[in-house]
């Protein structure tokens, strides 16, 4: 028995409308680390193509207020720095950029203790909470500024960077998800895919530098317990460097199938490994149409 969702058609029929269309839409989706802002850095150098980070759009948009506010409150701690804050005579801001979200890091956080700089659990989980709302809000604003590309910047082509964590705030199996009902049907959905050499390079690069993460809160709550339980201590003394560190395999690893159910309902797939020798947009136009005819091969046919 075929449990697949009813395949909506995708935004290009065929390989070969795809690479004729004037106007290309794309959302690449996928781990952190494999190629989506690669490819959308090619891409907009071309001079062509739109770039929306959808991480950036989280850090200025979404989370803008609550990094700055983070910010200043560190800075009432110190004495000089709070009479100034009151007098209005200096200001903080967040320096976000594409290829530095450290801010955004920065703020999400590490549960665990706070002389290694971790956060308390439960501020923990408030900042994730403010997080998904942020990327949900930032998904929905693509289409916009998809058409604020052409209608202000003429931009013919699109290219949306979206965050690793996608996957966590939308479900694949479900046909009327707000995210996936909004923008998948009008954009083409591309999973850059990972095999389990890429997973490893993953795992030992995040070891060697730990960065926050977003996990949904039942799983982030199963692991929590686990990582206390196996460290033998309370919440207040974990190393939030070594949880983060401990988390990340399964991480990925429970997202791999949502990634592909998300790839299988919604849009096509190419590989890491592809990816990675992309040099110019007529490579990645290149790749995409085969994935095209693939996929409509596979459900028999661009009709479908």
Not at 220 to 236: A, I, K, M, Q, S
Not at 276 to 284: C, G, L, P, T, V
Request: net charge negative; proline share 5%; with cysteine.
């Amino acid at each position: 028995m075929d449990d697949r969702l009813p395949l909506p058609q995708l935004a290009y029929a065929s390989g070969d409308t795809w690479r004729s269309a004037r106007t290309k839409r794309v959302i690449l989706f996928g781990m952190s680390g494999l190629g989506k802002t690669h490819v959308s850095d090619i891409l907009r150098r071309t001079g062509q193509w739109f770039h929306y980070s959808v991480d950036y759009r989280i850090g200025t948009r979404y989370m803008g207020e609550f990094i700055v506010d983070d910010f200043r409150k560190r800075a009432m701690r110190d004495p000089v720095l709070a009479e100034l804050l009151r007098s209005d005579s200096i200001s903080i801001a967040s320096k976000i950029r594409f290829d530095n979200l450290d801010p955004l890091s920065t703020y999400v956080g590490k549960p665990g203790d706070v002389e290694k700089g971790g956060i308390p659990f439960d501020e923990y989980m408030t900042r994730q909470a403010q997080h998904r709302n942020a990327e949900i809000g930032a998904m929905l604003d693509t289409d916009y500024f998809a058409r604020r590309a052409k209608d202000i910047y003429d931009y013919d082509s699109f290219v949306c960077d979206t965050s690793g964590s996608l996957i966590e705030v939308v479900d694949p199996d479900d046909p009327e998800d707000i995210v996936l009902e909004t923008l998948f049907r009008t954009m083409l959905a591309v999973w850059i895919r990972g095999d389990d050499d890429h997973l490893q390079l993953l795992v030992d690069r995040f070891s060697r530098d730990p960065k926050p993460m977003y996990y949904q809160p039942e799983f982030l709550t199963v692991l929590w317990d686990e990582f206390l339980t196996r460290e033998g201590c309370p919440p207040d003394q974990a190393d939030p460097n070594q949880f983060i560190r401990w988390g990340y395999r399964r991480l990925l690893t429970q997202r791999l199938p949502r990634y592909a159910a998300l790839a299988r309902n919604w849009g096509v797939t190419i590989e890491a490994d592809d990816v990675s020798r992309i040099k110019s947009a007529e490579d990645f136009i290149d790749l995409i149409a085969p994935a095209i005819d693939s996929r409509n091969a596979a459900v028999g046919g661009a009709d479908t």
